[in-house]
């Protein structure tokens, strides 16, 4: 089993099956785990009047903080096992790529939509990281 996995987590999908089978498979191999959120790059807030409400760097320190607190309580699904988690902004498949090529994953796991249709036509950010990630993806639907 891998020893580095890179866990990308969104806050559309319910990860608690990907968590406890990544979890389990840590703790019978040793894995480090590395948790990722992928936030979307943010904008200056504007008010109605033009004046600048909030800078560009105080929303992203806030978005950074919310990520690693949403990532620090699934951390809880990991007991003993040697996880951390890392917020990044950008491109999700890009930025997944990226990470786990800093972090040099062995695997990727990720959970992916039940919406077939809307992946046909427009791609999912899972199946893109499949196609281009170097190495193991594993790409968990959650239940019905």
Known sequence: MAKRILVALDRTTAPETLLDFVSDAARGSGATVRLLHVAPEPD????????????????????????????????????????????????????????????????????????AIKRVVCGSVAEKVARMAPMAVLLLRPPA
């Open 44 to 115: 200056s807030f504007v008010d109605t009047e033009g004046r600048t409400v909030v800078y560009v760097d105080q929303e992203l320190a806030r978005l950074q903080a919310e990520g690693l607190d949403a990532l620090r309580s699934f951390e809880l699904h990991f007991g003993d096992s040697d996880v951390d988690s890392v917020v990044r902004f950008g491109d999700p498949a890009h930025e997944i790529l990226l990470e786990a090529e800093e972090f040099g994953a062995e695997l990727i796991a990720m959970p992916t939509s039940r919406n």
